[in-house]
């Protein structure tokens, strides 16, 4: 029997409890148990609404001044550096631009800098334009959680993990998955969430520590460079 990594242990006993109130009874003589809630047994593939598949739309290329300095822009943005980024893409990219490579960048780097407005409208634009975009669903799914808008964040996290990009050994997909089981079982839906955490449990022993949500990374820290919004 392979051992679980230590940072899958508060998992493994969570879904542990999980199982027992969504499969268990009560031995002979003890006091029935109340039903439970018709949410917490629906399952991750029944839950409603059905998510969209992910398309990418029509889009005029880059120019190769733009792409450039949406590259010195990323690299900024990675580094901590969003002002500099933020500034540099306001600068020498045509705000009219609709393009979702830039349009993601300035969302990322403007949730760094807490102006998440703004970069709710640019991250939701890049997922109109392109909505296979793991790291713009991620970050979507953050932003609704910040706004205490839970349901938006399940929906966006399930569609965060039909992303190509959601492949197993990709450490995005483990933490996407953590934080949709986490919002799911915080809205009721244990059934589906302990789906997730057993399928994150599985992730990191197949993929050892590397594929953990926790692994390389500061515990405070979001995607793309973004400081966390939980």
């Not at 230590?6 to 029935?32: I, K, L, N, R, Y």
Request: net charge neutral.
């Amino acid at each position: 029997m392979s051992r679980l990594p230590c940072d899958s242990w508060g998992v493994f006993f969570f879904c542990a409890a999980v199982m027992g109130a969504v499969v268990g009874g009560c031995a002979p003589g003890e006091t029935p148990l109340e039903p439970l809630p018709a949410r917490a047994t629906v399952g991750l593939e029944h839950l409603a609404p059905a998510i969209p598949v992910p398309t990418k739309a029509p889009f005029e290329p880059l120019d190769e001044l733009a792409k450039k300095a949406i590259d010195q822009a990323e690299q900024l943005i990675a580094a901590g550096k969003a002002r500099k980024g933020v500034q540099l893409l306001t600068q020498a990219v045509d705000e009219g631009t609709d393009h979702p490579r830039f349009r993601r960048t300035l969302g990322l780097g403007q949730i760094q800098l807490k102006q998440n407005e703004e970069a709710r409208k640019n991250l939701s634009r890049a997922a109109q334009l392109d909505s296979d975009d793991l790291d713009v669903q991620l970050a979507l799914g953050k932003l609704a959680i910040g706004a205490k808008q839970y349901q938006e964040a399940i929906l966006t996290l399930r569609v965060a993990l039909s992303c190509t990009g959601a492949v197993d050994e990709e450490p995005t997909t483990g933490e996407t998955l953590l934080l949709l089981a986490q919002q799911l079982h915080a809205q009721g839906y244990w059934t589906a969430s302990l789906q997730c955490y057993r399928k994150l449990c599985t992730l990191i022993e197949q993929h050892d520590r590397r594929i953990s949500p926790w692994a390389g990374r500061d515990r405070s820290s979001g995607v793309g460079g973004c400081p966390g919004l939980i």
